[in-house]
């Protein structure tokens, strides 16, 4: 199948751990994106990258790491620096320029 | 000032009418527009790209105000189906960064 996906799609951690999320696209898009979404709030970019092997910081990227060693994978990392991680986290892909965003499923993280 | 900044709602509309609403945007530099539907708990999705002439795709019309910096969404005949929370999407620079409006809930009722 074609697409994006995020796993895992819920993801429990104690206060303190670090935690990687994954997501990988199969449809050769150069751009990946990582938003935070909570709850009645709009989506907040977190990271992107627009090629291989490189990244720049969103406008939320403290208490946040990410590669990007694969066209095919970005993953996140949410360190223990990261004040309130529990949130809806969402990958995206795009072609870049201005055009849309495709999204993942999603990972909601919680932390206890 | 948010750069993308949307109505929260809800609009509660009747089955069968017709609901538009806006969004406004900050950076006039901005290139690109969507509209965006997210389902509760789902991720988004794309509805439609809003083009300078305006676009119309079945009972969805987008327009774009350039001048008065902002695009609007209006839904005709609405359906139950069309619950959702319709997020406005702005891109402000070359390669395609991605502001979102934290979005406008619609909420069709029988």
């Known amino acids: 199948d074609g697409g994006i996906t995020q796993s895992p799609k819920y993801l429990f951690r104690k206060e303190g751990q670090n935690v990687t999320l994954s997501c990988e696209q199969n449809l050769n898009h150069d751009a990946m994106y990582w938003y935070r979404q909570d709850p009645g709030q709009g989506l907040r970019l977190i990271y992107y990258s627009q090629i291989v092997n490189d990244f720049q910081k969103g406008d939320i990227a403290e208490g946040y790491s990410v590669s990007r060693e694969k066209k095919e994978s970005f993953p996140l990392t949410v360190t223990s620096a990261q004040k309130n991680p529990t949130a809806f986290y969402l990958c995206?892909?795009?072609?870049?320029?201005?055009?849309?965003?495709?999204f993942g499923q999603g990972t909601r993280l919680t932390v206890v | 000032r948010k750069e993308v900044e949307q109505d929260p709602g809800p609009f509660n509309v009747p089955e069968g009418a017709t609901v538009a609403f806006n969004c406004t945007y900050s950076n006039s530099a901005s290139q690109s527009f969507f509209w965006y539907r997210q389902d509760c708990r789902k991720e988004p999705k794309l509805l439609m790209s809003v083009y300078s002439s305006g676009n119309e795709d079945g009972r969805f019309t987008a327009q774009l105000n350039r001048a008065s910096q902002y695009i609007s969404l209006l839904i005709r005949d609405s359906k139950l189906s069309d619950s959702a929370t319709y997020l406005c999407v702005v891109t402000s620079d070359s390669w395609g960064k991605l502001q979102f409006g934290a979005g406008t809930q619609v909420v069709v009722t029988p």
């Open positions: 995206a892909t795009g072609t870049g320029g201005s055009t849309e965003a495709f």
